[in-house]
């Protein structure tokens, strides 16, 4: 368990230093553009690097995934040096805040499978649920103090001293995981590397496609992304800092409270999987759909105009419990995924469903930048727009899983 802690330990160290790095671009560019369509392009051309996930995945199952996480995170830390070497020289500008974020987007694509990949090599096959909710829970926990550090330091020192803080946060980060021990195996390599990788990327799409659970999950992580996760992204800090008009501690306070109820989520996720099934899962949809009425409630003129912080606190008393489900079905489904797949094919696998949903999402996220500028004085328009297509969601989730059980869950491989 020791190794699991490590990881633990540099995920945390890692994910805070990413998480006020986000914090303070975004706020940096709100601020200085003061336009809803630039920030969400600029969120999805950063995300476009995250279709190379699927070789991402091939690495995490090829070399030592202990190795790569290290190199990830000092490259990172490089990156953004030189992202504070800008801000002290005054040449920042939107274009480097951009070409920033597509190289550690590229970071991110790659490290993310293999981190993935590591836990079932690191805990036991029954406690595979509760280290998939730990690991989600402490990403929570940095995401949760970064925000709320990072309204303060950004309202008293600016975007430099964040980025500052997030070049040594993962300079560490990649120091802790130097001591991790990760069992590794080499496989046997037969032809030219670039003919080898080339080799995974197809199996891994291979296995994918012959595999019904597989697709199936895919299938509803793409809706979700496309509808619900740009809500996150692109939505809430759009609502919170603009529409409510938030300080840098409100708005702090409240991406700092959503990312509280993915812990909480987490933490509940080893409660829930014992009485959850995949045929059922329409139900938490269901949940989140008609959660998202009050939200768009909170956001009509009338709520709005009142002084008494009412908007703010019905947006947050709606968009919390969905930040929960939303993590509570992601470890359910991930860990249901995990169990099915062979070792060898992990790391692509989880890579590839990574790297579609996240395609979809970043359609979603520029869908979003329009329709949130184009409906600028109604957002509640989009917003109830949002809660029809998670009903319509609902119904196709049902469909789609009427016919799964979890009790054909078979181990093939996983330690």
């Known amino acids: 368990m ?11 160290t890692s994910v805070f230093g990413s998480a006020l790095l986000r914090f303070a671009l975004s706020l940096y560019v709100l601020d200085t553009t003061g336009s809803e369509a630039i920030f969400a392009t600029l969120f999805a051309i950063s995300n ?21 996480m290290v190199i990830f995170d000092f490259s990172a830390s490089a990156i953004v040096l030189c992202l504070v070497i800008a801000l002290v020289t005054d040449i920042i500008s939107v274009p480097i805040i951009g070409v920033a974020m597509v190289l550690l987007s590229v970071l991110g694509a790659f490290e993310t499978p293999t981190v993935t990949a590591c836990v079932p090599s690191l805990v036991a096959h029954e406690k595979l649920e509760s280290a998939n909710g730990i690991v989600h829970g402490v990403q929570a926990i940095s995401g949760i103090a970064a925000p709320i550090l990072g309204g303060i330091l950004y309202g008293l020192f600016g975007v430099l001293t964040l980025s500052i803080l997030s070049c040594i946060a993962l300079f560490l980060a990649a120091v802790m995981e130097i001591f991790i021990k990760i069992p590794f195996t080499k496989r046997e390599r037969k032809n030219h590397m670039v003919i080898t990788i080339m080799k995974d990327l197809k199996d891994g799409f291979c296995y994918v496609l012959k595999e019904p659970f597989i697709l199936k999950i895919v299938t509803i992580a793409m809706m979700l992304n496309f509808i619900l996760i740009p809500l996150f992204i692109i939505g809430t800090p759009i609502i919170l800092r603009m529409t409510m008009d938030s300080g840098d501690m409100m708005y702090g306070m409240g991406m700092g409270l959503i990312q509280f109820a993915t812990i909480l989520g987490a933490l509940l996720t080893g409660f829930f999987a014992k009485k959850m099934q995949m045929k059922t899962i329409d139900r938490w949809t269901l949940f989140i759909a008609i959660l998202i009425i009050p939200m768009a409630v909170a956001i009509t003129p009338a709520l709005l105009g009142s002084e008494n912080n009412s908007a703010f606190i019905l947006f947050m008393v709606s968009v919390i419990p969905i930040a929960a489900a939303v993590t509570i079905m992601n470890i359910f489904a991930v860990t249901n995924v995990q169990k099915r797949t062979p070792n060898e094919h992990l790391g692509k696998v989880m890579a590839i469903i990574m790297a579609m949903s996240q395609c979809i999402a970043t359609v979603g996220q520029i869908v979003y930048g329009v329709a949130f500028e184009s409906f600028k004085a109604n957002l509640w328009i989009p917003m109830l727009g949002v809660g029809v297509a998670m009903f319509v969601m609902t119904f196709i989730t049902k469909a789609i899983l009427k016919n799964e059980s979890d009790s054909n869950l078979i181990m093939s491989g996983v330690k």
């Open 2 to 12: 020791w190794n699991f802690r490590l990881l633990l330990i540099g995920q945390i």
């Open 48 to 68: 476009i690097p995250l279709l190379l996930a699927p070789l991402g995945g091939v690495f995490a199952d090829r070399f030592n995934r202990r190795d790569l």
